[in-house]
């Protein structure tokens, strides 16, 4: 199985923004999916989005298009997460996880079957 690694998170008032990273290493050949999903406090973990190491991005909530990013080198297994203009409702533990036999970005988007995961960064958004 893949190893995950997290970094950025931190405190950031409200409006600002933060970069996080994610690199997945070991035996990574079939784990082209990679994906940022967090878990607020209180509440259940959940997807954001999503990338296809050969390109293809896919957001489970459109409406975080416009503030979060996802980006990565083609045919790596990196990918960043940009997020801009936060609210307080941004704060939680952002997770990086892959799926292994990811052969297409369609599979991205079957969240339920990312299978390594980080251990979490956490994120804070307060004055």
């Known amino acids: 199985q893949v190893r995950i690694a997290e970094l950025g998170g931190g405190s950031v008032q409200p409006g600002g923004s933060l970069r996080l990273s994610c690199g997945a290493s070991g035996p990574t050949y079939s784990y082209n999916c990679m994906a940022w999903f967090r878990q607020a406090p209180g509440k259940e973990r959940e997807p954001v989005v999503a990338?296809?190491?050969?390109?293809?991005?896919?957001y489970k909530d459109e409406a975080l298009k416009d503030r979060f990013t996802i980006s990565g080198p083609n045919g790596e297994y990196e990918v960043y997460l940009q997020m801009s203009s936060l609210i307080p409702e941004d704060t939680a533990v952002y997770y990086c996880?892959?799926?292994?036999?990811?052969?297409?970005?369609?599979?991205?988007?079957?969240?339920?079957?990312?299978?390594?995961w980080g251990q979490g960064t956490r994120v804070t958004v307060s004055p």
């Open positions: 990338r296809f190491s050969g390109g293809g991005v896919s």
């Open positions: 996880a892959a799926r292994r036999n990811s052969w297409s970005p369609l599979s991205c988007s079957l969240w339920d079957e990312y299978d390594s």
